[in-house]
């Protein structure tokens, strides 16, 4: 065997990994900056700028960003450039009203599959975010709560199920440093939301009872980001 598949299985033999591609590293780069807030909805991302930073030509770059645009991360603007993409409210909303039916029928069909360490471990996870509250980081808590729950729904039989969460949580990814930082006090309930989930998954509940407990513990968290934004006018 010759050719690239011959050097790929050679390299892995070795125990080796190929290097990331220039392209690859910019979109790591941006990626990881627009999650975790580092550059925030409408940062404009200068392309040489960039490609300085990162010691490189700016057509690696574009290439990170135009998958990145893909992606729903950025957007493009004739005569304007890249920018980090806005915050869309009701794109927030539909995809968490989405994440709580799929994930909330996911969870359900996982219901009686759950061994003692599938608890356990995302008891595990939910302490960890009970005890980040407080010095409260709405970022680290965020991404602690995305591994809480995808602890739980990965336990499900249903891979298309598996397939639509994955989905949502990457549409949702731009807003990992907005929604928890507008409303840090549904952390708390979030927290005490995940024990009773967890409990109900430990007594052998309805898997019915179940799916709806998930299903109001995902949408309370757009409910309250809302409010805060658009509160009502007494």
């Not at 005569?79 to 996911?106: C, K, P, Q, W």
């Not at 639509?164 to 309930?189: E, G, M, N, Y």
């Not at 998954?201 to 980001?225: F, K, N």
Request: glycine fraction near 6%.
């Amino acid at each position: 065997m010759t050719g690239p598949r011959a050097r790929a299985a050679a390299l892995a033999d070795a125990g080796g990994t190929a290097a990331p591609s220039k392209s690859q590293r910019a979109y790591q780069l941006l990626h990881d900056r627009i999650v975790d807030g580092t550059y925030s909805p409408g940062y404009r991302l200068v392309l040489d700028a960039i490609g300085r930073e990162l010691d490189m030509s700016v057509v690696p770059v574009r290439e990170a960003i135009r998958r990145l645009e893909a992606e729903g991360l950025v957007t493009f603007e004739r005569n304007i450039g890249a920018r980090v993409a806005e915050i869309d409210e009701l794109e927030y909303h539909d995809t968490m009203e989405t994440l709580s039916f799929v994930e909330g029928a996911a969870i359900m069909l996982a219901a009686g599959l759950y061994s003692k360490r599938d608890v356990d471990e995302a008891r595990a996870i939910n302490a960890q975010l009970r005890e980040s509250l407080a010095g409260f980081d709405p970022v680290q808590f965020t991404a602690l709560n995305e591994a809480f729950h995808r602890r739980l729904s990965d336990v499900c039989p249903n891979e298309v199920l598996g397939d639509v969460i994955d989905t949502c949580w990457k549409r949702l990814a731009r807003l990992r440093q907005s929604t928890f930082s507008f409303v840090p006090s549904r952390a708390v309930s979030s927290v005490d939301e995940h024990e009773a989930i967890l409990a109900l998954i430990e007594e052998g509940a309805d898997p019915r009872r179940i799916e709806l407990a998930v299903r109001a513990h995902r949408l309370a968290t757009p409910d309250a980001y809302l409010q805060r934004i658009h509160p009502k006018q007494g």
